[in-house]
């Protein structure tokens, strides 16, 4: 009876070897196909510019092409599970950003929990936010604006990209921490609101600098304070909207998610890639143009990171009771 035990024994632990060999050989010819990258936000958005941007760079490097693939809704939800329900093979990536820190607390009932059910891969840039008016808003500072605001309640529009997302977080925590009245619009994107603000249909926006930089520069819009601490190199004349608006800061970043249970060596050679992307002085110098920096590190950097963004942003939404609409 010990006999065929250890015989057991001995042939499940060979077939265990064998059965890893050809996910072992996979994983080191990784990637031998198109990689597909998903973004949960429309074309023409901050997203989608910074990760057409990356999918260039990390299939330049991969020796393989990076597909974009944008699936917008429910505020980067449904490209999160689209992600999280594909297979571990490092072939279906996500382009992650603060949106998912946030959703984990402004959604009550998520089908996943974003930190249990997937393997982070590697952060990539910080991006800070702007604050746009259109150009027939009298207001040409913050306080300017905050005035206007209080002399007009509930007349002035401002645009988000959808519940959850950058511009409606930045615009809420605006509103909390000046005390204004302002009506929030929802769009599917930061990308389909630009026009409606170009034209006046929409009044103010938050955007992230690498998105909005272009219309700032062509003198389409007007830029009255950044989200950060300190004024930004790209937009030097622009005032930190905390320099008259106490306790005002925040900034979005941008990094690469994997499937649960993605192979580590898989895992590693995206990391790798991606640091090697952001050390290039090319790509340093791309991403300094559009306003954001470089972030990088390993897996379980990045690990740490998104579970410290997630509990910073869940002390904001439970304090300013955001809700989803």
Not at 158 to 180: C, D, N
């Amino acid at each position: 009876m010990k006999l065929r035990r250890r015989h057991f024994l001995q042939w499940a632990a060979g077939a265990a070897v064998l059965f890893a060999i050809p996910h072992l050989a996979e994983a080191q010819s990784y990637p031998t196909r198109p990689v597909h990258l998903i973004v949960g936000f429309p074309a023409g958005g901050p997203a989608d510019i910074a990760a057409r941007l990356t999918a260039q760079w990390l299939g330049e490097r991969l020796g393989q092409q990076v597909i974009v693939e944008n699936r917008p809704g429910a505020g980067m939800n449904l490209a999160t599970e689209a992600v999280i329900r594909a297979p571990a093979d490092g072939y279906t990536l996500l382009f992650s950003m603060v949106s998912n820190a946030v959703n984990a607390t402004l959604y009550d009932k998520l089908n996943f929990n974003f930190l249990r059910d997937t393997a982070p891969v590697g952060s990539l840039m910080r991006t800070p936010g702007v604050m746009l008016v259109n150009l027939d808003v009298p207001a040409k500072t913050v306080p300017e604006f905050v005035a206007y605001a209080k002399a007009n309640p509930g007349k002035i529009n401002m645009s988000s990209a959808g519940p959850g997302t950058v511009p409606h977080i930045y615009g809420e925590l605006f509103k909390i921490r000046t005390g204004t009245d302002i009506v929030l619009v929802h769009y599917r994107g930061a990308g389909p609101a630009m026009p409606d603000i170009i034209s006046g249909r929409i009044q103010v926006m938050f955007d992230s600098v690498p998105s909005a930089i272009q219309q700032v520069r062509a003198g389409k819009l007007r830029p009255l304070g950044v989200t950060t601490a300190t004024r930004l190199d790209v937009l030097p004349d622009v005032p930190a909207i905390g320099e008259t608006v106490p306790g005002y800061e925040a900034s979005s970043w941008y990094g690469l998610i994997a499937p649960k249970d993605t192979p580590p060596e898989i895992v590693n050679r995206l990391n790798k890639e991606l640091n090697a992307i952001l050390a290039d002085p090319q790509a340093k110098a791309r991403i300094a143009d559009m306003g954001a920096s470089p972030f990088g590190g390993s897996p379980a950097e990045f690990a740490k990171f998104l579970a410290e963004d997630t509990e910073r942003w869940g002390k904001v939404i439970r304090e300013s009771n955001i809700k989803p609409e």
